[in-house]
């Protein structure tokens, strides 16, 4: 008889299996959808009863809650206005290296003897100005270099030659036409600075892609053209020293033939 019972309970085990512990997977979709419809039909009661005040009221901490914010049409502001800062847009290497240059030219200068001659200027955007008055390398209203002034360019072209810089020839005028009237102010300005570049090239002094010969006739004078004396420093070449850029820089041309223009 206990055989049998036994053999009953071992029919029922196998004809009912353990159901896994835990809710359906879809109770929790369901439940989702009974907490939104009892949330819509709230909302529903509470607009039947409309106050404007706590509508107003609950609509704006809704709106904060979501990030929601009226952009006002126009807002008065002040923003404070700083003093600028002035900016320098040279390191302080390029500078130390400029002033040396400076220094080592004009001392340089004065050795030879040159100072009545030409002055050394140490420009503010880290350049360096070798002028020349325009009756020391040339004949009035002329373009050719004098011959007496040749030692000096010679000289000018020695002190360069060993230094890191690329070399600017300017030429400059003053207010008057230029008599004779074969060339314009801005004409003799750019055939000046050409004549110094060439004479440099020609002799072997300098390579041509450190120098460039820019014109500017009487469009930067020194000071105000009222008289002879103001006049006479207009007309003057400038020799514009400034550091070398390695970017984009090519090998420096060889100087050991002239090169004919």
Request: aromatic fraction near 6%; include cysteine; hydrophobic fraction near 40%.
């Amino acid at each position: 008889m206990a055989e049998e019972e036994e053999e009953v309970q071992e029919e029922k085990s196998e004809k009912c299996p353990e159901c896994p512990a835990g809710a359906p997977a879809w109770m929790v979709t369901y439940s989702d959808l009974v907490t939104l419809l009892l949330t819509f039909f709230v909302l529903l009661l509470s607009m039947a009863n409309m106050d404007p005040v706590k509508f107003t009221a609950a609509s704006s901490s809704l709106k904060d809650a979501f990030g929601m914010h009226k952009v006002p049409a126009h807002v008065d502001f002040t923003i404070p206005i700083l003093p600028s800062l002035p900016i320098n847009p040279y390191s302080p290497i390029q500078q130390q290296t400029t002033r040396k240059v400076y220094e080592k030219i004009k001392s340089q200068i004065d050795s030879r003897r040159l100072e009545n001659n030409v002055g050394v200027i140490l420009n503010d955007d880290e350049s360096i100005i070798l002028r020349i008055n325009d009756s020391v390398l040339f004949a009035r209203g002329l373009a050719k270099i004098a011959p007496k002034s040749y030692s000096i360019l010679r000289t000018i072209a020695d002190i360069i030659r060993p230094l890191p810089m690329d070399l600017r020839i300017e030429g400059h005028t003053d207010d008057r036409p230029v008599s004779p009237s074969k060339y314009s102010n801005w004409d003799l300005s750019v055939a000046r600075a050409v004549a110094v570049t060439k004479f440099f090239i020609q002799s072997n002094l300098l390579p041509l892609d450190r120098m460039a010969a820019i014109g500017y006739g009487m469009d930067r004078p020194l000071v105000p053209n009222r008289d002879d004396v103001s006049r006479s420093k207009n007309r003057r070449v400038d020799f514009i020293l400034k550091l070398q850029s390695n970017k984009g820089k090519s090998q420096p041309t060889s100087t050991k033939s002239p090169v004919p223009l």
